[in-house]
Nanobody, 115 residues
Framework: QVQLVESGGGLVQPGGSLRLSCVVS????????MGWCRQAPGKSRELVAS???????NYADSVKGRFSISRDIAKDTVYLQMNSLKPEDTADYYC?????????WGQGTQVTVSS
């Protein structure tokens, strides 16, 4: 089993920044990749960014150049730095980890971009 706990969401004005954190625990040696997805009201969940065990990174086109995913292996934490936020970035953000044929999800953290 793998457990994920997100933090860092909140309300921010357009153009502002937020950093989301995801602390992973449990059988972390089974994890092949981690990342962030988001789900806006009335929309399906979409991939935002991912990072593999070997450090390969992928971003959704909508966030390229504005968001950055990183990890601190010593702290078992994955981050999502979000800059130049737009109202359309408003969503619930979920951390995930995949490995051993399974996908684990955090509880989600809400991000609202509004003036």
């Amino acid at each position: 089993q793998v457990q994920l706990v997100e933090s860092g969401g909140g309300l921010v004005q357009p153009g502002g920044s937020l950093r989301l954190s995801c602390v992973v625990s449990g059988n972390i040696f089974t994890i092949n990749a981690m990342g962030w997805c988001r789900q806006a009201p009335g929309k399906s969940r979409e991939l935002v960014a991912s990072i593999t065990r070997v450090g390969a990174i992928n971003y959704a086109d909508s966030v390229k150049g504005r968001f950055s995913i990183s990890r601190d292996i010593a702290k078992d934490t994955v981050y999502l730095q979000m800059n130049s936020l737009k109202p359309e970035d408003t969503a619930d953000y979920y951390c995930y980890a995949e490995g051993g044929g399974l996908v684990y999800w955090g509880q989600g953290t809400q991000v609202t971009v509004s003036s």
